[in-house]
């Protein structure tokens, strides 16, 4: 059986998983959840798992710095503040499932070799949720899809 390489569907593949934790602040909306309808805080742990099934001249997947780099600017982001005040959760719970799509969207690396992407939250240690999304190749200029952070943007 054949598979388009970008499903990830059946070949094998590498994977690169890169990690950061920040404490932040939210209150779950619309429904009864207890103490959770309150502003309280977690200590947030994200990882990022890249996935391809090919590596680069160098033998990577990917860049870890660079990784890394996006990870910083997405805990700065979010470190002591409350995830319901930023406009990206404006209309939304600010779940865990939710939060893991929205630092999905800060973290895609589009390379010729990452052909998908899979963020997981975790909000303690016992529970997480998780984002995973097909990630396309670079496409040339004019197109509507872009990285969400250049690497400009990620390292400064």
């Known amino acids: 059986m054949s598979v388009d390489e970008h ?11 890169v990690r950061r934790e920040f404490i932040a602040q939210h ?11 309150q502003l309280n805080s977690h200590r947030y742990r994200v ?38 005040e930023f406009d990206e959760f404006d209309g939304l719970n600010p779940s865990v499932e939710h939060f893991a799509r929205i630092a999905s969207e800060h973290l895609v690396v589009r390379t010729p070799n990452i052909c998908a992407l899979e963020v997981t939250i975790w909000e303690d240690d016992n529970a997480a949720a998780g984002y995973r999304q097909v990630v396309g190749p670079v496409l040339g200029p004019g197109s509507e899809q872009r990285n969400h952070m250049t690497h400009e943007e990620a390292t400064s």
Do not use: C, K
């Not at 499903?7 to 998983?17: E, G, L």
């Not at 990577?60 to 710095?65: F, G, T």
């Open 7 to 17: 499903t990830m569907t059946t070949q094998p593949s590498y994977s690169v998983t």
């Open 27 to 37: 209150f779950l909306v619309g429904g009864d959840w207890g103490r959770e309808n």
């Open 47 to 84: 990882e990022a798992r890249y996935e391809g099934t090919s590596l680069d001249r160098h033998g990577y997947l990917l860049d870890i710095a660079e990784v890394e780099a996006r990870l910083d600017r997405l805990a700065e982001r979010y470190r002591d503040r409350t995830l319901n």
